[in-house]
């Protein structure tokens, strides 16, 4: 079963930066868009980043001039470079994505903490 692989999260300091990155642990076809969630303790699951195969982008406010999120296509690779991180940053990120019809995967997520 095709999973999604992250790496890039842990523990930096308030205005340091991160690199996420995400690749499905096999080829699948037919992705239709690729993302980034977090979700902090007591709080929902919210979107941070979106990318679509044509390359249309979507951030959440709260990162928008701070967050890059870019993708690779041919290796179905997506990255979010997170840049003046702040301690409100705080939280597990997880990567998604949607392929084919319907179908939707995640990634088990990395741990990205910001502190002042």
């Known amino acids: 079963q095709v999973q999604l692989v992250e790496s890039g999260g842990g523990l930096v300091q308030a205005g340091g930066s991160l690199r996420l990155s995400c690749a499905p642990s096999?080829?699948?076809?037919?992705?239709?868009?690729m993302g980034w969630y977090r979700q902090a303790p007591g709080k929902q699951r919210e979107l941070v980043a979106s990318i679509t195969r044509g390359g249309s982008l979507k951030y959440a406010d709260s990162v928008k001039g701070r967050f890059t999120i870019s993708g690779d296509n041919a290796n179905n690779t997506v990255y979010l470079q997170m840049n003046t991180l702040k301690p409100e940053d705080t939280a597990v990120y997880y990567c998604?994505?949607?392929?084919?019809?319907?179908?939707?995967?995640w990634g088990q997520g990395t741990q990205v903490t910001v502190s002042s």
């Open positions: 998604n994505a949607d392929y084919g019809v319907g179908d939707s995967i």
């Open positions: 096999r080829n699948i076809f037919s992705i239709n868009a």
